[in-house]
């Protein structure tokens, strides 16, 4: 398994195990999924309070059983500021951010969390609440490094402005056809639906400013509606190409799927978010293989996308 830097600071796998689905596994399948994940070497466990309402850390905490020495070799990420009592909103307030990291220290039952992103933007966030949120939980060492998710440029330049702690990730949407951070790139200003941006350009951005993208849902299309992989309703032409680069390269699908997201020079790190043993294994097999440009962009077109 390849390692890359998180934001030039954390060095971690470039494959990632996520835990938003898993919530309600049995400790036991929980327990073989971590274990399958480590010996593929993954060392980085993505969570948020939100998943299964705080569930999920707990579980993981169980499944996982970390001894002192074995927790200080993974990287545990976890997210707040979505609140779900009162109907669901959004709160970056300082004692909010606070409180809710304590929480998750409780579950996740360690010490610190590696990194900390605040999971969705908070309209009426406030920087210098955030500021403080993060000064007070560093000094306390309950968090190492911080980051966000879902953030524009502009809504990490308002953060920047006032913490004088890096941004170290931004975990947004990105897949093959969920890929508008490549597409609009490549048709700047022409009269086609791909050229518009809706990101303001957030992945250069984030490049350059050592800001590492994490993909959340590398294998869904559209607002979560499932995989495209298989999918041949959907998309015939692109698992043609899929399955083609799979038989030849000798690994599954997923892998495919996964290797096209690693090729991108960015060095955007993968969260997987499957419940089979066998799917993180056949994820983890992209960390072996490079796709050539060639490759690159007959997946990218082969999921509806236009060349200029
Ligand atoms: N920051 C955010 O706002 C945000 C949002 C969403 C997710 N996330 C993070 O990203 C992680 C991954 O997201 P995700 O779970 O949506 O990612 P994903 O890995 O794209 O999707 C996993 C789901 O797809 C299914 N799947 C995988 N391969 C498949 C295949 N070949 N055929 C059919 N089904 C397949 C899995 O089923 P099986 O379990 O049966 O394999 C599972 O239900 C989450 O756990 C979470 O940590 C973050």
Known sequence: MKKITIGGEVPASEIALGFWRLAEMSVADASRLVKTALDEGID?????????????????????????????????????????????????SRDHIVSAAEAILRRLDTEYLDILLLHRPDALVEPEEVAEAFA???????????????????????LRKCCNHKIVANQLQFSITNSGMVDSGLATNMEFAQSVNHDGDVLDYCRLHNITIQAWS??????????????????????DVIDKLAREKGVTNTAIAAAWILRHPARIQVIVGTSKPQRVKDACAASGIELTRPEWYALWKAAGNTLP
């Open 136 to 158: 007070t939980l560093h000094a306390a060492g309950k968090v190492r490094y911080f980051g966000v998710s879902n953030q524009r440029p502009n809504q990490m330049e308002l």
């Open 218 to 239: 590398p294998f869904q299309y559209g607002d979560f509606k499932g995989s495209f992989l298989g999918n041949r309703e959907l998309y015939p032409g692109l698992n």
């Open 44 to 92: 980085f466990f993505d969570h948020a309070d939100v998943y299964g309402a705080g569930k999920s850390e707990t579980m993981f905490a169980k499944a996982a059983g970390f001894t002192p020495s074995r927790r200080e070799k993974v990287v545990l990420q976890s997210k707040c500021g979505i609140r779900l009592e009162d109907g669901t909103y959004f709160d970056f």
